[in-house]
């Protein structure tokens, strides 16, 4: 079992098959148009536009789950991300990542990759899995997932996604 084996909706609500990344280098995010992070769009495009021609992919899933922070449509998001950040990577329909409605693809990351990369001491990181566990403790929660398939990162939503270029560095 790895991401490619499975399906979500695009951001037009068809089906989509993750093995078409197969051998990419994805970063997968759960997003939201109204959050303090948002402004995360503009460092992930420039992620994007150093390495997609190296087989970097960033995977977009919108998500309202977080104190509603994501209330419009998926056309109005796909609008929203395209005029104030002029993101080109794929988005995909607004899903769930906690809960028992979670989309299954945010299940497997989160049991792959169950805490996030940081530098953190004993008492933050034993206060962050006492409340979260391996849920996703916010938006633009980032999961960085090899060429074959497997997570092989997850960073938290305050994670600087241009640091992220070390990771991208050694994995392309």
Same mark, same amino acid.
């Given at each position: 079992?790895?991401?490619?084996?499975?399906k #979500? !909706?695009?951001?037009?609500?068809?089906? #989509? *098959?993750?093995?078409?990344?197969?051998?990419?280098?994805?970063?997968?995010?759960?997003?939201?148009?109204?959050?303090?992070? $948002?402004?995360?769009?503009?460092?992930?495009?420039?992620?994007?536009?150093?390495? *997609?021609?190296?087989?970097?992919?960033?995977?977009?899933?919108?998500?309202?789950?977080?104190?509603?922070?994501?209330?419009?449509?998926?056309?109005?998001?796909?609008?929203?991300?395209?005029?104030?950040?002029q $993101?080109?990577?794929?988005?995909?329909?607004?899903?769930?990542?906690?809960?028992?409605?979670?989309d299954?693809?945010?299940?497997?990351?989160?049991?792959?990759?169950?805490?996030?990369?940081?530098?953190?001491?004993?008492?933050?990181?034993?206060? *962050?899995?006492?409340?979260?566990?391996?849920? #996703?403790?916010?938006?633009?929660?980032?999961?960085?997932?090899?060429?074959?398939?497997? #997570?092989?990162?997850?960073?938290?939503? *305050?994670y600087?996604?241009?640091?992220?270029a $070390?990771?991208?560095? !050694?994995?392309?």
């Amino acid at each position: 079992m790895n991401v490619f084996n499975f399906k #979500v !909706k695009d951001i037009e609500g068809k089906e #989509v *098959s993750l093995d078409k990344y197969k051998g990419q280098l994805l970063l997968i995010i759960n997003s939201a148009t109204h959050c303090g992070f $948002t402004p995360q769009y503009e460092a992930l495009q420039k992620l994007h536009d150093t390495y *997609s021609d190296k087989g970097f992919e960033i995977l977009d899933f919108p998500c309202n789950q977080f104190m509603n922070q994501a209330p419009e449509n998926n056309k109005e998001i796909k609008q929203f991300c395209e005029l104030n950040y002029q $993101t080109k990577f794929p988005q995909f329909s607004k899903i769930k990542v906690n809960g028992k409605e979670a989309d299954p693809l945010f299940k497997y990351l989160k049991s792959e990759a169950p805490r996030e990369y940081a530098k953190l001491d004993k008492q933050q990181g034993f206060i *962050s899995k006492l409340f979260f566990g391996n849920k #996703v403790k916010w938006n633009f929660t980032k999961f960085l997932v090899d060429r074959q398939g497997k #997570v092989v990162a997850r960073f938290s939503p *305050s994670y600087d996604p241009q640091n992220i270029a $070390t990771f991208i560095e !050694k994995y392309i």
